[in-house]
């Protein structure tokens, strides 16, 4: 598998340089092509875009207002849709950091560009310098945007204040008092784009990571005569607290009663597991009542570490209305392929299963090393 940070490699380089080229004639693309391409294999992704934001800004002219006008002109088409992308967007990562990093005395030149490039890509990481800089200028805008009719930028405004967006700096004020943030939201609980949705219900889940009482209450609030677009945001704004067990969470998405359930005929397969490979985990869940039970079922596996301890990592499986003295067979795929965020150990692991917030074991599995191939052996001279 392409390594994320190829995205940004000699050929993104060249043609970065030739879209520049196109808006301003005057661009020394050879110089750009050379400056942009030295040091460029050592690097990260978020490196080579910081990397790269700067030769943008050494190659175009010294005046930002003008240089923005430059790279707003160079940009392609906007995004036709708003839910399938690929990966050919991150091509514009280091148009959010040349922002980030030389527009900050610049507001509305920023803004503009950051409008522009929303549309292709997202503007939720530079947008955060701003809101640090300029917190309540930059809030003023974010208001307007909420009811822009391009769902790019309204999705802006619910992105680029989550308390904590991933690969960014966190907005440790909005930490510690959500207020501002909810006010937005509560702007955008009605959007009728799921795109606009999923991070409403991500900007929440943050929030509730360190105030969960008042996601809490906001949502109780959100349920009252809310349409199927506004139950689907509190239901996925809800999923961390609920996988945590937390009884205001299940009982807000109808799962508040304890489980009477069983498991059986649970099956690792393979049931002998390399890392590297997926592991299929089946079973059947079997209904103890004599009355239907609506259920949150999600699964745990208690990953080895790198120290040998086990730790878990909760994921997300069903939602399911179980009827009396039933079965119903559910399965699920873990994978044991190190990725960015998740590095994969060998040793014994365990699984389990979190029905309405309470745990049935499911058993252990033992993950083995990757062999490695044998050299071939050479011919003894003869």
């Known amino acids: 598998m392409q390594p994320l940070k190829d995205i940004l490699d000699d050929a993104a380089v060249r043609a970065l340089a030739r879209d520049l080229g196109r808006a301003h004639p005057r661009l020394d693309a050879r110089s750009f092509v050379a400056a942009g391409l030295a040091g460029l294999a050592e690097r990260s992704l978020s490196e080579r875009a910081i990397h790269l934001a700067d030769v943008m800004h050494a190659h175009l002219p010294a005046d930002f207002a003008a240089a923005a006008e430059l790279v707003e002109a160079s940009l392609g088409a906007p995004l036709a849709g708003s839910e399938v992308f690929g990966m050919e967007v991150l091509r514009y990562l280091p148009h959010v950091h040349f922002v980030a990093r030389h527009g900050l005395d610049h507001f509305e030149p920023s803004m503009r560009l950051q409008l522009a490039l ?185 990953f080895v570490k790198a120290d040998g301890q086990r730790r878990p990592k909760v994921f997300k499986l069903r939602r399911l209305t179980l009827p009396p003295r039933a079965a119903v067979p559910l399965a699920a795929r873990v994978s044991f392929a190190d990725m960015t965020t998740r590095k994969h150990y060998p040793g014994a692991h365990r699984a389990e299963l979190l029905v309405n917030g309470e745990a049935l074991p499911l058993g252990e599995f033992e993950v083995r090393a990757a062999t490695r191939a044998a050299a071939p052996r050479r011919p003894a001279p003869r």
């Not at 509190?234 to 009884?247: E, P, Y």
């Open 118 to 302: 929303t549309r292709r890509f997202s503007a939720e990481f530079s947008i955060r310098a701003f809101l640090l800089k300029y917190p309540e200028r930059t809030y003023e805008r974010l208001v307007a945007w909420t009811a822009d009719p391009d769902v790019h930028v309204r999705r802006l405004v619910s992105e680029g204040t989550r308390p904590r967006l991933p690969w960014a700096e966190r907005l440790r004020d909005y930490q510690r008092d959500p207020t501002p943030v909810l006010a937005l939201l509560e702007r955008l609980k009605d959007d009728p784009e799921r795109y606009v949705q999923r991070s409403v219900a991500n900007n929440l889940n943050d929030i509730a990571k360190d105030h969960p009482q008042r996601v809490l209450d906001v949502c109780a609030r959100w349920r009252q005569g809310a349409g199927a677009g506004r139950t689907w945001i509190v239901g996925h704004a809800l999923r961390s607290l609920i996988k945590q067990g937390d009884r205001g969470a299940l009982a807000l998405v109808g799962a508040a009663e304890p489980p009477r359930v069983r498991v059986r005929e649970v099956r690792f397969e393979p049931p002998a597991i390399t890392l590297g490979d997926t592991l299929r985990l089946a079973f059947e869940l079997v209904s103890t009542s004599a009355a239907p039970q609506e259920l949150v079922v999600d699964y745990a596996v208690h």
